[in-house]
């Protein structure tokens, strides 16, 4: 086994071009809230007046507060702080969907200079958690546009694990935020220094055929302020080369390295446990940004049980003390809300190797290993279980609240399901436990508030398809009696003109013709009333005219008959 250190020669600073994501969820409320403002101030007032830089708010969805880049100094970054200060903390955050909005401005320009993007927040993502395709596909567009993440992890609940992780694969810094003014101000000078630091990127590595395995399996971003970490197996005990090809904003190179392995040591001791977690994904959620990084993991592993030296003790909230001055422990390393690396120490060389015999912990039946190292071969083998467990929840987590969207009544059933599997899991600690169940709890409670919202819309769709059905059979017989009354209109036209001086006619097409057109087929429409009345009309006329015509015949022969007699 080995662990690799790599840190190249520190550089003159070059221009950045900043993205600043502002944690604007319910959980920045307070003396949180008055700290991220305060660093975010800080950290702008810091930048040169080569750099660009945006801000934006995250919480559900990415509000952006200024439009395009713009200088650190100019008068649209004090809008943006003055509209991000009057921005009230609500929902939870989705930084899914922010980082990748953040990478699409950086795909649309083409300036050559140091890209980052800084995260102020706690670094949870309770609306959309991360998958490991998400994750890779995240890492895999930071190394294509050379972007960094670094991140100041602030907040009651804090994934510091989740912000190393993004800080090691990216090339990134990570801060975790402690009591008072002071440590603020440092942080954000320190995060402006880290945004203007030369990121190189890896494009390609070649490892010699001593490297058995090497994670993670593609060779971290370097840069001068920090070193980065690889831990394998080697396949023979010689000399490793090691060559890269990098690329930066400042153009490209070649990195050749050539290391020889040291003795083996107690010091590395963890290696084996380690390698074993980090070869299930790859090394994909390493949270090793550095030395300082490793070194914590080494001590989580070697002994859980230690209490911190180094927990956060910021003292901000009652809730909070869960987070500092905490027993460390395997568990809360794989979803840890207290592990942090405040600071960054470079390595003092760039080979730092060291081997473990697999024997030395092997402890099976028969072997005169003492009974102690047995109980930690079993505590270990019991750690790794609980941490695939966890994993494992996780993704059931996050296809449920997929789910959920769709087909919350299944959402349910399957985290039904997954609680039960884990109060029965042996392998969990208590306290990983009961995390872990108030975890699928919340997403319970979500789903079945889910259930009710999706019910009510079927509830509408149902009555809209009603209401459309209705809509469609009034529509059809409409169109028949539209088609009945035309024809009739055909018949009446017919008769009308036939009727002449026969006023019946006339009484036949109103009562037999345009009545029912009026009453029956289309009462709404004027053409049933015109057509009664013009019947009625001809009626009357010709029958008037056939009565004028006979007064006047009759008078005429009542004077003849009277001039006869």
């Excluded at 945004?195 to 890896?202: F, I, L």
Aim: hydrophobic letters at 40%; glycine letters at 6%.
């Amino acid at each position: 086994m080995f662990a690799l250190s790599i840190l190249p020669e520190s550089e003159d600073p070059v221009s950045a071009d900043v993205v600043v994501l502002v944690d604007t969820s319910a959980s920045q409320i307070g003396l949180f809230r008055e700290d991220s403002l305060r660093l975010v101030r800080r950290f702008v007032a810091g930048l040169s007046a080569d750099d660009r830089v945006q801000i934006a708010a995250v919480d559900i969805e990415l509000v952006g507060l200024t439009s395009g880049w713009v200088s650190p100094g100019s008068s649209q970054v004090t809008q943006a702080l003055e509209r991000l200060e009057a921005r009230t903390p609500l929902g939870a955050t989705d930084l899914v969907q922010a980082f990748e909005r953040a990478l699409d401005l950086f795909a649309q320009d083409s300036r050559r200079a140091a890209r980052s993007i800084v995260l102020i927040g706690d670094a949870e993502s309770r609306a959309n958690l991360f998958d490991d395709s998400e994750l890779r596909e995240l890492i895999r567009r930071c190394r294509i546009d050379r972007v960094s993440i670094s991140t100041y992890v602030i907040g009651p609940q804090r994934d510091v694990k989740f912000a190393a992780i993004l800080a090691h694969h990216t090339g990134g810094t990570t801060l975790v935020d402690r009591e008072g003014e002071a440590i603020v101000d440092a942080a954000a000078t320190a995060l402006a220094k880290a945004v203007h630091v030369p990121v190189w990127y890896p494009m390609q590595t070649t490892w010699s055929r001593s490297v058995a395995e090497a994670y993670p399996a593609v060779l971290p971003p370097l840069r001068g302020d920090r070193d980065s970490i690889v831990v394998g197996r080697l396949a023979k005990r010689q000399t490793v080369k090691v060559t890269a090809r990098l690329e930066s904003a400042r153009g490209n190179r070649v990195l050749e390295l050539t290391l020889k392995p040291e003795a083996s040591s107690s010091d590395v001791a963890f290696l084996p446990l380690f390698l074993e977690i980090v070869r299930q994904d790859d090394g994909l959620r390493m949270p090793t940004p550095g030395s300082e990084g490793l070194r914590e993991v080494a001590r989580l592993l070697t002994d859980p049980d230690e209490k911190s030296g180094s927990a956060d003790s910021s003292g901000k909230n009652d809730s909070e003390s869960n987070d500092s001055a905490s027993s460390f422990d395997w568990d809360r390393l794989l979803e840890s809300h207290v592990w942090y690396v405040a600071t960054q120490e470079p390595a003092g060389q760039e080979g730092d190797e060291g081997e473990k015999k697999a024997g030395d912990t092997s402890g099976r039946a028969g072997d005169d290993a003492p009974a102690g190292k047995l109980l930690e071969e079993v505590r270990r083998q019991q750690q790794v279980l609980a941490a695939k467990m966890e994993a494992e929840v996780q993704v059931h987590l996050k296809a449920a609240r997929k789910l959920m969207a769709d087909a919350p009544d299944r959402a349910q059933e399957s985290l039904k399901i997954l609680l039960e599997q884990v109060r029965e899991a042996p392998e969990l600690q208590p306290e990983m436990r009961a995390r872990l169940i108030d975890q699928i709890e919340v997403a319970l409670k979500q789903a079945a508030r889910r259930q009710l919202a999706v019910d009510e819309e079927r509830r509408i769709v149902a009555e809209n398809q009603a209401r459309a059905e209705e809509s469609r059979r009034l529509i059809e017989e409409l169109q028949r009696n539209r088609g009945d009354a035309k024809k009739l209109m055909e018949r009446f036209h017919s008769l009308m003109a036939e009727a002449g001086d026969d006023s019946e006619k006339y009484l036949v097409a109103d009562e037999e013709i345009a009545q029912p057109i009026r009453d029956r087929l289309i009462p709404n429409e004027s053409i049933g009333t015109s057509a009664v009345w013009r019947a009625r009309l001809m009626r009357q006329i010709v029958g008037h005219e056939s009565f004028r015509e006979k007064r006047h015949r009759d008078f005429a022969d009542t004077l003849y008959l009277v001039d006869r007699a």
